[in-house]
């Protein structure tokens, strides 16, 4: 079980560290990228795409756009959430996975190496899309005075990967 808004946190912090990876195996092997306004646009606009897709995602019901408001609206309530939940700690840690972080930080190296020194910004697309979905959970969670859970728990219904909720708790003390 992690918490959705950590799991956005997470993937940012993720992308980050794969370009910070990236960067200097690319910029050692091809020089530092000349400022060019050209590609300086490219990274803005994708990161603009990236931010209304990831707005899109989180504020319709639609599935073929993401429908994640939707998720969020048919969460399921926790049955035992003192026995299930971890603490917010542990929840932060859980949400971060290599795999993505791997994912991300080999392409850039490709493309970095292949195109040249601006192709490791394609990771920028990830960023603006988890930030906004984050933010659009965190404020969801307030409205609604619950957290919001994704996770596998044996005695729900659904299975994996299911949203459910639980009410806000105090972090019980480390």
């Known amino acids: 079980m992690v ?3 950590h799991c956005q ?3 940012v912090f993720e992308a980050g560290v794969a370009m910070a990876v990236a960067a200097p195996v690319v910029f050692g092997v091809r020089g530092l990228p000349q400022v ?7 990274l803005l606009g994708l990161a603009g795409a990236s931010a209304f ?7 319709t019901r639609l599935s073929w756009l993401g429908g994640e408001r939707r998720d969020f609206e048919c969460a399921v309530p926790l049955s035992n959430p003192e026995a299930i939940l971890p603490t917010p700690r542990q929840s932060l840690r859980r949400g ?6 791997v994912i991300v930080a080999v392409p ?7 195109w040249g020194p601006w192709a490791i910004g394609w990771a920028v697309f990830f960023v603006p899309e988890r930030i906004v979905k984050g933010v659009y959970a ?5 409205r609604h005075g ?6 596998k728990v044996q005695e729900q219904p659904l299975g994996k990967n299911q949203f459910l909720y639980s009410s806000p708790r105090t972090a019980p003390p480390a």
Not at 96 to 101: A, L, N, P, Q, Y
Not at 108 to 114: D, E, H, P, W
Not at 146 to 151: I, T
């Open 3 to 5: 918490r959705y808004v």
């Open 9 to 11: 946190w997470a993937a």
């Open 36 to 42: 060019e306004g050209a590609q300086v646009g490219a």
């Open 53 to 59: 897709f990831g707005l899109l995602a989180v504020s």
């Open 96 to 101: 971060f996975d290599g795999v993505f972080m």
């Open 108 to 114: 850039s190296l490709v493309f970095g190496l292949l």
């Open 138 to 142: 965190f404020f969801w969670e307030r």
């Open 146 to 151: 619950v957290l919001l859970w994704r996770g």
